[in-house]
């Protein structure tokens, strides 16, 4: 199912982003219909000044693009890959099998799901020795951003001070929050 909204605002997120920087993370997807919660990882990296690209790639319904897109992304400047998928979700194990990056994987509740994304959360997680994929919580795109911005920022003093003020802002912000309850 092709929502429009979805379209439009991949076509907006996709390609070459930060002043024509070449992309350090790959966020992909099984359909567009996972954009709505994958769009997240995009707005996190684009906060943190990491330029992104942003597609679909359906390990079902286009095996040939996954495997062209994970056999081909380190060599293309591609750090780190976020990969997102729902229901039978095999698109972050079978890409971090294909790749030497570290992949990080989303599982996806897609609307009127009747497994609440469990199905997703087990697909990606359950992954064996030797193949791993670092999996966040069901729907929780924002933390696989923050996860390949901590990646990065492992070897860039620059890009891991944006982190300590991130880590730094949010204690502010739950300090504020306390003090109201307490007042
Ligand atoms: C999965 O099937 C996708 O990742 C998506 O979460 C789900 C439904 O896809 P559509 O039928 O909406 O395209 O492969």
Do not use: C
Request: charged share 15%; glycine share 10%; no cysteine.
């Amino acid at each position: 199912a092709v929502d429009p909204n979805a379209a439009a605002a991949l076509a907006s997120t996709s390609g070459r982003e930060e002043g024509g920087q070449q992309p350090r993370v790959g966020i992909i997807m099984g359909s567009d219909s996972d954009l709505p919660t994958m769009r997240a990882a995009a707005e996190v990296l684009r906060d943190f000044g990491i330029a992104a690209e942003v597609t679909v790639v359906s390990a079902h319904r286009t095996p040939d693009r996954m495997l062209e897109y994970a056999r081909s992304a380190h060599s293309r400047g591609i750090k780190v890959i976020i990969a997102g998928a729902g229901g039978a979700a095999h698109l972050p194990g079978m890409v971090a099998a294909l790749t030497p990056l570290p992949v990080i994987g989303v599982p996806v509740k897609p609307a009127g799901a009747h497994l609440d994304g469990l199905d997703a959360l087990l697909s990606i997680v359950q992954m064996p020795r030797g193949v791993p994929v670092a999996t966040v919580a069901i729907g929780n795109a924002a933390n696989a951003g923050l996860l390949a911005a901590r990646i990065l920022a492992a070897h860039e003093p620059a890009l891991l001070q944006r982190m300590l003020e991130y880590q730094e802002g949010m204690r502010t912000t739950v300090l504020g929050k306390a003090q109201r309850l307490e007042t």
